[in-house]
């Protein structure tokens, strides 16, 4: 059953900008999310800046209107969008994968925004705003006296390192860019086995290894060699390495060596993590949160069986799945605008 809910206070809007869809959610001064389901409609991003805008903008009125909100109440909003941005939502002057057409080089989206709906737009890349969501979702109202840190598995590895219940930042605005930290490799990768390379021009990164493209560019050309008469060789590779998770869940071994990887990769990552932050809580996140539970569990054991704490941290640290993977982005979105709005 979908529930709606009407506000009992003043609110902040969430909005998860995607590659075809937004997704608007409408949090209140209480805490509470006025909407449980995903609420959608075209992002219309490669028509240019201009379509996208105004496509956030009626996702913005969407919201209000199906929760019978006022735009009187509203506060803040918050947007997410996939990067590479700067911290303040200015897509990368190379571009995005997203973000393909030229126009949106350098585009300054947060403050485009800001000027449309009149009303103050907090902005976090995509991955943050899931760190956000599942460090207040499992922490509730102690989120602000925790840390912790994500990893989102996607075509890229995104995450989010959260201290105190805030986003950290970084200098530069380029902070929690886990895909990108080079990990040992020792214990990762079989004898022989050629090192991964990322897109970013880094080998042997988290993303290199944890990622969708990594299946395809890195580990399936290499497994497929050691398994020449899987189904999966017939299959041109972008196709293979897309259908791998359906064969992992069957326990088919090759998979298993894949995903394997990728989840000892991610311990290593998390590993660093502890010696970094000692975050209280490890989240895992992207496609593996929607695959089969006993998949799903494997994966996060085995992730946790190659985050090597000390004792004292083994006994507080909390491994555990982002929830809501779907909604998270715009959840995470709308719980940056609370916070800016209540630190006002
Ligand atoms: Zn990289």
Not at 18 to 41: I, Y
Not at 71 to 99: C, E, H, Q, W, Y
Not at 251 to 265: I, K, N, S
Not at 287 to 307: I, Y
Request: hydrophobic content about 45%; some cysteine.
């Amino acid at each position: 059953m979908e529930s709606i809910r009407t506000p009992a206070s003043w609110v902040v809007v969430g909005l998860d900008n995607g590659g075809t869809c937004n997704n608007a959610t409408v949090l209140d001064a209480t805490g509470q999310f006025l909407v449980d389901h995903l609420v959608e409609n075209p992002s219309l991003v490669l028509d240019g800046p201009e379509s996208a805008v105004e496509q956030l903008a009626e996702a913005f009125t969407g919201i209000l209107t199906l929760t019978s909100t006022p735009a009187t109440l509203v506060r803040a909003v918050g947007l997410d969008t996939p990067g590479p941005a700067s911290a303040n939502g200015v897509i990368s002057s190379k571009g995005a994968t997203n973000f393909s057409q030229v126009s949106w080089r350098g585009f300054d989206i947060r403050s485009a925004l800001e000027a449309r709906l009149g009303l103050p737009v907090v902005y976090n890349n995509d991955a943050n705003a899931a760190a956000l969501y599942a460090h207040h979702r499992h922490f509730g109202p102690d989120a602000m006296a925790c840390s912790s840190v994500s990893a989102i598995v996607g075509t890229g590895l995104g995450g989010g390192v959260v201290e105190n219940g805030k986003v950290v930042r970084g200098a530069a605005g380029m902070a929690g860019e886990l895909g990108h930290v080079q990990i040992p490799l020792y214990g990762v990768l079989e004898d022989g086995q050629p090192v991964p390379q990322c897109n970013c021009g880094f080998a042997g990164d988290v993303e290199s290894i944890a990622s969708l493209t990594a299946i395809k560019n890195n580990l399936l050309p290499y497994w497929l060699t050691r398994f020449p008469d899987h189904p999966l060789a017939d299959l041109p590779i972008g196709e293979a390495a897309k259908l791998l998770r359906s064969y992992g869940e069957k326990e088919d071994p090759l998979a298993l060596a894949v995903f394997g990887q990728q989840a000892r990769a991610i311990g290593k990552l998390f590993t660093m993590a502890a010696n970094f932050t000692d975050p209280a809580a490890y989240f895992l996140g992207g496609g593996v949160v929607e695959a089969d539970p006993m998949f799903r569990q494997w994966f996060l054991n085995t992730v946790r069986e190659h985050t090597d704490l000390r004792q004292e941290q083994a006994a507080v640290a909390t491994f555990s799945l982002v929830p809501d993977l779907d909604m998270a982005g715009a959840r995470g979105a709308a719980v940056a605008a609370l916070e800016r709005v209540s630190a006002a």
